[in-house]
């Protein structure tokens, strides 16, 4: 606790570097403690530094496999690297491990709609005369926003006044014609 007090006063003192040297020699002295773990993992995930935060994070899923916020902090890392698959699992965990869990559920609907977006994109910049492969890459943009719905309808369950869900939701009721939704 002394180490994270420490390191939260430096933080304050806007002197990042020795919160984090703080943090560190807390955790050369107490290797297993989760809370420096924890301290040590949010400095890499504020600086961008993602490689570093994964391995920490790996870190403490083995600690605590029960935790859905390191799955989600996992799966925000992964989304950020631009790995889908792994990003995926990860936020799939963090929901099996609390199915009430507003951030997971939006993130990976999210995630679901942004790589729609993709597909979307590289679609619309095909040639004119390239319809059947435009066709064949909008099906697939469009089966991933379906796959997004259970997610983005979960996350507005949980939260009903998120202005974010409530958009992500119209756009893609629209995109897909469930004008019954909305």
Do not use: C, H, W
């Not at 859905?68 to 936020?91: C, H, L, R, W």
């Not at 507003?102 to 319809?131: H, M």
């Not at 979960?154 to 006044?161: G, L, R």
Request: charged share 25%; aromatic share 10%.
């Amino acid at each position: 606790q002394i180490y994270n007090s420490l390191s939260e006063i430096y933080k304050i003192q806007e002197d990042t570097a020795t919160a984090l040297l703080i943090v560190q020699q807390g955790r050369e002295k107490y290797p297993t403690n989760f809370d420096l773990l924890i301290a040590e993992t949010n400095f890499y995930l504020s600086s961008g530094d993602s490689e570093n935060a994964l391995k920490l994070l790996e870190l403490a899923i083995q600690q605590d496999a029960t935790n859905p916020s390191i799955f989600f902090a996992v799966g925000t890392n992964y989304d950020q690297m631009g790995e889908f698959d792994k990003a995926e699992n990860a936020y799939m965990e963090a929901i099996r491990l609390n199915p009430d869990y507003f951030d997971a559920n939006y993130n990976l609907g999210a995630l679901y709609v942004n790589q729609a977006a993709e597909i979307q994109k590289e679609a619309n910049d095909l040639p004119l005369e390239a319809t059947e492969q435009y066709e064949k890459m909008k099906q697939e943009a469009n089966a991933l926003l379906e796959k997004s719905l259970p997610y983005l309808e979960k996350s507005n369950e949980i939260n009903p006044e998120d202005m974010n869900t409530l958009r992500s939701l119209k756009e893609i009721y629209t995109r897909l014609n469930m004008m019954d939704k909305l």
